[in-house]
Structure formats: C-alpha cells, structure tokens
Nanobody, 126 residues
Framework: QLRLVESGGGSVRSGGSLRLSCAASGVTWDHYDIGWFRQAPGKEREGISCIRSSGGTVYRDDSVKGRFTISIDDSKNTSYLQITALTPEDSAVYYC???????????????????WGQGTQVNVSA
C-alpha cells in the first residue's frame, strides 16, 4: 500500500516562497504518476501539476507553470512542489497524489489518482 505524507506548509506573507514535500512509503513509486492538487475553502479541488518518473511534467496553465515547479527525487521517494510569489489566493490545503500511468502523459484529473496524502495547509497573508 502506497502511503503519502506531505510537509512544508505553513503561514507566509504575500510574495514569499514555500517548498512542499511529499514522502512516499510502502512501495517504490517509480511506476506511478505523481501530482499535486489543492483545495481552498468553499472551492473545488484543482490540479496544479503532475509528473511521471520516466519523464514529463504537466501544469494546469501558464500562470501556474511560472510560479510552481514540480520535481521528484526517486532516490528519496519524494516529490517536491516549489511555489514562488505566493498570493493570498494560493491559500489552500495542498495534496500529494499518486496513480498508475494510463495515458501518454500524466493528467490533472483527480479520478486518475488512487492514493492521496492527508494534505498540508498553506496560508498566505497580504
């Protein structure tokens, strides 16, 4: 059973940066697609970015791609989400997810991911 544990969230001021981490245990995840989603209060959960160990990353849109950087360290079974230029609109619970690769590249659909972490809270103040 794959288990995901996020860390690195916290409270920061607008313009600041954070690096979220997702540590996997239970199985080696080099056979999975890894993704990051977030959910703000009163809003739907949204995918931010995903990555496949064999190569290839997907970002939700260009605005995300400019501020969010996803990466994985297979030697540590850990994924990272670097976030820069944080704004209050980035305040949310951030989730790390994993799922089997199905298509030619990872996709940002929560239906594709069977394993979810407990989430890490990010609060950005103005």
């Amino acid at each position: 059973q794959l288990r995901l544990v996020e860390s690195g969230g916290g409270s920061v001021r607008s313009g600041g940066s954070l690096r979220l981490s997702c540590a996997a245990s239970g199985v080696t995840w080099d056979h999975y697609d890894i993704g990051w989603f977030r959910q703000a209060p009163g809003k739907e959960r949204e995918g931010i970015s995903c990555i496949r160990s064999s190569g290839g990353t997907v970002y939700r849109d260009d605005s995300v791609k400019g501020r969010f950087t996803i990466s994985i360290d297979d030697s540590k079974n850990t994924s990272y989400l670097q976030i820069t230029a944080l704004t209050p609109e980035d305040s949310a619970v951030y989730y790390c997810v994993a799922g089997p690769p199905v298509f030619g590249q990872c996709v940002l659909s929560n239906k594709m991911y069977f394993f979810w972490g407990q989430g890490t809270q990010v609060n950005v103040s103005a």
